[in-house]
């Protein structure tokens, strides 16, 4: 049976996400058919893997709660890849009054931390569990500020933690979706069948 894996289609790069897990599918042998936009509540328990994308998070956060999605999320069972506004989705405290996090991943995280001057880039980080830095790109990006006892950084640039594992669930202050580089989603996608 194919994996399921849904993209949040609520606001942000939904398509990108859905590409990039197809390709990480296919590179692996696996069947690509179940990969799909979510914009449901109730499709949300059928998956076995949930991707929250970038995009704006004080909007998906409002969009969340008008779509009744807060608590299908909170309760889901599956695996959650988050970037960007997806990371700041998933913290349990953010800088910003106007995001109600999930509060899934046990961290704190700060919203557009690279300033101004910075506001989008591209860097080569090390990423633990990856033989080989990966490109990354930042837009507009949160960093982690503290991380609890169950969450796992995976990566850090001089500005914080930017990348954070915790049980199935990973989180990536940059876009993984549009490296052409399918390493993350395997791991997480590996990380689901353990
Ligand atoms: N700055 C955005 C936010 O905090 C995130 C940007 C992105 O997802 N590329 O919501």
């Known amino acids: 049976m194919a994996v399921k894996v849904g993209v949040l289609a609520l606001q942000g790069d939904v398509s990108e996400h859905i590409a990039a897990f197809q390709q990480a599918l296919r590179s692996a042998g696996e069947a690509d ?13 059928l998956l076995d893997a949930l991707a929250i994308p970038g995009g704006e998070s004080t909007t998906i ?12 999320i909170e309760r889901f069972e599956g695996g959650i890849f988050a970037t960007c506004a997806g990371m700041v989705l998933l913290a349990g405290t953010v ?19 690279f300033g101004r001057q910075r506001e989008s880039f591209e860097a080569s980080v090390r990423i633990r ?12 990006a949160p960093v982690v ?15 914080g933690i930017v990348a954070v594992r915790q049980g199935l669930h990973m989180a990536f202050s940059f876009h993984p979706e549009l490296s052409g580089d399918i390493r993350l989603h395997r791991m997480f996608l590996d990380g689901l069948r353990r």
């Open 145 to 159: 500020t503290a991380t609890g006892p169950r969450a796992e950084p995976l990566a850090a640039v001089d500005a």
């Open 129 to 140: 569990g990856l033989a080989e830095p990966f490109h990354a790109v930042f837009i507009r």
């Open 61 to 72: 956060s409002r969009l969340i709660d008008k779509n009744a999605m807060r608590s299908p």
């Open 95 to 113: 800088d910003d009054p106007r995001v109600s996090p999930l509060a899934l991943m046990d961290m704190s995280v700060a919203r557009n931390a």
């Open 33 to 45: 058919t179940g990969v799909v936009p979510v914009r449901r509540a109730a499709d949300i328990p």
